[in-house]
């Protein structure tokens, strides 16, 4: 099975300023200490699968500095890590396959796979079955609940010569993020799978729908 890059897009847990839908109803100290657990949590399941050499982790991280990333990078665990940037989501998930692509080639990596930390249910078959199906297929997605996604899977011949497509004409942070992201691979010949649905914790109806 082809290596992976798996590409962390991690929030700093910063009081009022991560989870403020959830906030709302529980409050900025109890929103601030669950992203913090489901951050956690995520690396943990990362670094299982990184043991057996299958992927290499990177995180990309938004609301630090880069010498406080560096050292919640290191608090984690993680050896490398890069600023997320300015832009949406799509810019700054572009902007982190550019600024791999470097070690991807030294490292003989072919596959890129983005997450988020908002997912309490990950395990590492989630991430087993995203890099199996990249070995046929050009691009895997992972249902969220909120009609977005919780994984991305790039193939080579996706970064290589249609970089564009996952990225262009979202309407980001709607509802339509997911079917968006499919028509744009509707006119070409590009293979792509789905994986299971998953529920990302933005609000209390999120963690009230898991039980």
């Known amino acids: 099975m082809d290596k992976a890059l798996l590409i962390i897009m991690a929030k700093w847990h910063a009081f009022g300023r991560c989870k403020t839908r959830l906030s709302k109803d529980i409050g900025k100290i109890n929103s601030a200490k669950v992203q913090s657990v ?87 078959q989630d991430l087993l079955n995203a890099q199996r199906k990249l070995q046929q297929n050009d691009l895997v997605l992972g249902p969220s609940n909120d009609g977005g996604y919780w994984l991305i899977g790039l193939s080579e011949k996706i970064m290589s010569t249609h970089l564009y497509l996952p990225f262009i004409n979202i309407k980001w942070g709607t509802e339509n993020v997911l079917q968006n992201t499919i028509d744009n691979f509707a006119s070409n010949k590009l293979k792509y799978k789905f994986l299971d649905r998953k529920i990302d914790i933005d609000t209390i109806f999120d963690i009230e729908n898991r039980k």
């Open 38 to 124: 489901m951050t956690k949590h995520t690396i943990s399941v990362a670094n299982s699968l990184q043991k057996t050499k299958l992927i290499d982790i990177s995180i990309a991280i938004s609301g630090l500095g880069e010498k406080n990333c560096r050292r919640w990078s290191k608090e984690l665990g993680i050896q490398k890590f890069n600023l997320q940037g300015k832009g949406c989501l799509g810019e700054k998930m572009k902007r982190q396959i550019i600024i791999n692509k470097k070690f991807c080639t030294q490292n003989n990596i072919k596959n890129i796979i983005f997450i988020g930390t908002d997912l309490p249910d990950l395990c590492h």
